[in-house]
């Protein structure tokens, strides 16, 4: 955060301005329109600036003026008249590129789409309700979509209301699982196939798990001396269904293959407290301790102490609890085959609705572009759906990329080659992805990092200084932020760890953090708090902004009332009710 991303993001644009036949040819993605129009603003800005001969103080801006220069130069040698026409600068969301797009295929490909109202998902879940209600006709028919809806059917107790509500909740996210299942008509050799595949990806999961447990909790492996011991006494009193039992053998820390998960399983049963990813202050009898074992109970009892605050190794083995099976049992096998026929069938009748009511979606449309632009292994000629070759492709905020994004970036540079001067260019930050609810997957962005988007490789540049915020705040956010966010990129799990940040030479022995602790849960203290917490700095900078974030609106009322009675403006846009 504050280490200059778009800045740096806005001089490429304009550097690459220099160096092609037509504007058109950089193609700039952004993820909202908002930070889609920002980028536009500050490019024309800067060529503004320029043509005003405006000359910049700060270093980094004198860059971009330099650069600025170069793109009007190009800009009048071949006609462009970028300050009189600034669309021709391709700077535009990716829900407007995948419209682009899906406008430019035949109106067969997509019967209705090209005039079709585009509406979000909140507005669409009474027609995604009708498409799943509309697959219940089926069941009055013979065939494979009858018996795939009568299965689902029933595995969900003939529940109607049930089957409808998820079946619609799979269609707000079908470009996820459409490219896996395709039209879901699977033979036998398919079938045993994609099985195979979904139980290597439980294996691949429950054995990187076990791999972390494992390495997390080997500095303790001492404490596996005593397992052997609390099993044995346990199976002495009769409690052989304690999972502890598994451990009348073990004298040593598993090892990571799922066949191993059971003994975990045992280890957290005897080391943490019952449903919670927190250990143990002490045991006794119950846990295979009793009274006449003082040497191993004074062992386990150290290890236990030693671990107490070990947070991490807590939560991965209280995880071990819940590992899935590694492999399917053949009813729920069938029940999967069931899906995998009923959800196209569900897509659809979506699309049937679609046409009819005159409405898209915007996972509609880029469904189509995804289907126009083809495959990296087998892309569509972009060229004819965009007017010109694409040669450079810039990406902001990368790291709020879904995994369908990333597919059409495959497909967008499919047909590159390693020495065709190409590029593409993706600027993000995975500590600052807050996008998941839109499916935005964060590991996606560690892999690319690590092993490139398609062919394409990625050489990897990391901003570490931060221009926007005080030394001693920055010295703050290295301490606190590393016991935040994960030990270590996992991207997997969309796990992202803290890469320790650099503050400003000019920023160095600035800002302030105070913590005004208030405990319970009181609104009406934590109000009276904040309220003078904020008098207090209204007096010493009476001209600063102040920001107030809460969780949630809730607990904004208390604090309003005590701000007007203060006579402290505020300003709380569709926060502060008239009621």
């Known amino acids: 955060a504050g280490s200059g991303k778009t800045e740096l ?11 092609v036949e037509n504007p058109e040819e950089i193609l700039a993605i952004t993820f909202t329109r908002k930070a889609a129009a920002e980028m536009q603003l500050r490019v ?26 170069r793109a009007l130069e190009r800009s009048d040698k071949r006609g462009w008249g970028l300050l009189g026409s600034p669309r021709r600068m391709r700077i535009l969301t990716l829900d407007a590129l995948n419209a682009t797009i899906a406008r430019a295929q035949p109106l067969t490909a997509e019967q209705g789409l090209s005039g079709g109202r585009i509406v979000v998902d909140a507005d669409l879940k009474s027609v995604h309700r009708e498409a799943a209600v509309a697959t219940l006709d089926w069941l009055t028919e013979t065939g494979p979509m009858a018996d795939a809806a009568r299965d689902v059917l029933a595995h969900v107790d003939n529940n109607t209301g049930l089957y409808i509500a998820y079946v619609a909740a799979m269609l707000t996210t079908r470009d996820q ?35 972390r447990t494992r390495a997390a909790l080997a500095p303790y492996e001492q404490v596996a001396d ?64 009793p009274t006449t074992g003082k040497d191993e109970k004074a062992l386990v009892t150290g290890m236990l102490k030693a671990l107490a605050n070990d947070e991490r190794s807590a939560t991965l083995l209280d995880a071990v609890r819940t590992l899935p099976p590694v492999t399917y049992s053949d009813h729920q096998w069938q029940v999967l085959l069931a899906l995998f026929r009923l959800l196209p069938l569900a897509v ?87 996008y998941r609810f839109r499916n935005a997957e964060v590991g996606q962005f560690l892999l690319a990092r690590e092993h490139g988007i398609g062919d394409i490789q990625l ?75 904020i008098k207090k700095i209204v007096a010493m900078s009476p001209d600063d902004d102040i920001a107030v974030l809460v969780q949630g609106r809730s607990q904004l009322p208390e604090l ?8 402290i403006g505020y300003s709380a846009v569709e926060i502060d009710r008239l009621t």
């Not at 503004?48 to 860059?63: C, I, N, S, T």
């Not at 975990?264 to 005897?270: K, N, S």
């Not at 309003?560 to 006579?567: E, M, N, Q, S």
């Open 9 to 19: 993001l806005i001089q490429r644009y304009l550097r690459l301005l220099a160096t």
């Open 44 to 69: 024309l800005e800067a060529l503004r600036r320029e043509a005003a001969g405006v000359e910049p103080d700060e270093a980094h801006l004198k860059v971009t003026a330099g650069l600025a220069r």
């Open 177 to 211: 699982w459409l490219p896996f299942i395709g039209s879901g008509s699977l033979d036998d050799q398919e079938s045993a196939a994609l099985r195979a595949q979904f139980e290597q990806s439980l294996r691949l999961a429950v054995t990187s798990h076990l791999e």
């Open 226 to 289: 005593v397992f052997g011991y609390a099993a044995d006494n346990l199976l002495a009193d009769g409690k052989t269904d304690n999972p502890v039992v598994v451990l009348a053998d073990v004298d040593a820390l598993p090892g990571s293959d799922p066949d191993d998960v059971a003994t975990w399983q045992g280890i957290a049963e005897l080391l943490l407290v019952k449903s919670a990813a927190q250990f143990r202050k002490q045991v006794n009898k119950n846990n295979g301790f």
């Open 348 to 434: 659809s009748e979506l699309k049937r609705l679609f046409t009819e009511k005159g409405l898209a979606d915007h996972i509609e449309v880029a469904l189509a572009a995804g289907t126009a632009l083809g495959s990296a292994d087998s892309p569509g000629d972009v060229a004819l759906l965009l007017d010109y070759q694409v040669r450079h492709i810039l990406v902001d905020e990368m790291q709020d990329t879904s995994s369908a994004q990333y597919r059409m970036l495959e497909a967008l540079t499919g047909g590159w080659e390693a020495g065709d001067d190409r590029t593409l260019f993706c600027v993000g930050d995975p500590m600052q992805s807050i």
């Open 459 to 533: 050489e990897s540049l990391v901003l570490r200084r931060n221009f926007r915020s005080g030394e001693i705040l920055v010295d703050w956010f290295n301490e606190v932020f590393p016991n935040v966010l994960a030990a270590e990129n996992d991207p997997a799990r969309g796990e992202v760890a803290y890469e320790a940040a650099v503050s400003a030479a000019h920023l160095t022995g600035q800002g302030t953090v105070a913590v005004h602790p208030v405990f319970g849960t009181a609104k009406a203290a934590e109000a009276t708090t904040g309220c003078e917490v």
């Open 560 to 567: 309003l009332a005590r701000l007007r009675d203060a006579g």
